[in-house]
């Protein structure tokens, strides 16, 4: 039977996110986050559990959206907590991990990434980089930069994913001007 639940975080999962995706800050506190526990296809179109940590008021949202893409048997090739990589984005993205909460600033500046705040979340990082003046993230998504191409796991205007999280009113960054991040979602 498929899982799909949100649950405030046990003092074990505290225990192991704290000094790697978590310190005190005074944006967020540990009563703030929820994990949830989702099931998923895998590109093997095997079922699978994965664990994912997010802000209290973003749960309900997740726990729908990754319910209608398990139903769809919508194709998510891993979800992991992003403490499994010592919170490293790059080790994130380039293993194609989807995830959320990672205390953190976007790479570069001093600005807090939405991820930080648990209301942002990566699908198929591999196969829907982040581009940003001329640089692909991760690297080994290079060759899914050329968005006019057709490949498997592609976020566009026709997928599933985009069109859940739409309905649901969070954000896509790859309707972003500028740069394009096709694997982000957040909630305004």
């Known amino acids: 039977m498929p899982l799909f ?10 225990a192991h996110i704290t000094g790697v995706t978590y ?3 005074p944006h967020i506190t540990i009563d703030r986050l ?3 526990t989702l099931t998923y296809i895998d590109f093997e179109g095997k079922e699978k559990v994965g664990l994912m940590i997010c802000a209290a008021e973003a749960a309900e949202d997740l726990l729908w959206i990754f319910s209608e893409l398990y ?22 993205m380039a293993d194609n991990c989807s995830s959320c909460f990672n205390y953190r600033f976007v790479a ?7 991820h930080a705040l648990g209301r942002a ?13 001329g640089k692909i993230l991760p690297s080994n998504g290079a060759e899914y930069a050329d968005r006019s191409r057709d490949f498997p ?8 994913c985009l069109k859940l999280f739409k309905k649901r009113g969070w954000k896509w960054g790859g309707d972003w001007a500028g740069e394009k991040d096709y694997q982000h979602f957040y909630m305004p």
């Open 5 to 14: 639940t949100a649950n405030m975080l046990s003092a074990e999962t505290v």
């Open 23 to 25: 310190s005190e800050n």
């Open 153 to 160: 796991h592609k976020i566009d205007s026709g997928d599933l």
């Open 108 to 114: 570069g500046t001093t600005t807090l990434s939405m």
């Open 71 to 92: 139903k769809a048997r919508y194709q998510i090739e891993k979800i992991r907590l992003a403490d499994e990589y010592g919170g490293d984005d790059d080790l994130i």
């Open 121 to 133: 979340v990566d699908i198929n990082p591999r196969y829907n980089p982040y581009i940003t003046g």
């Open 34 to 36: 929820r994990q949830l």
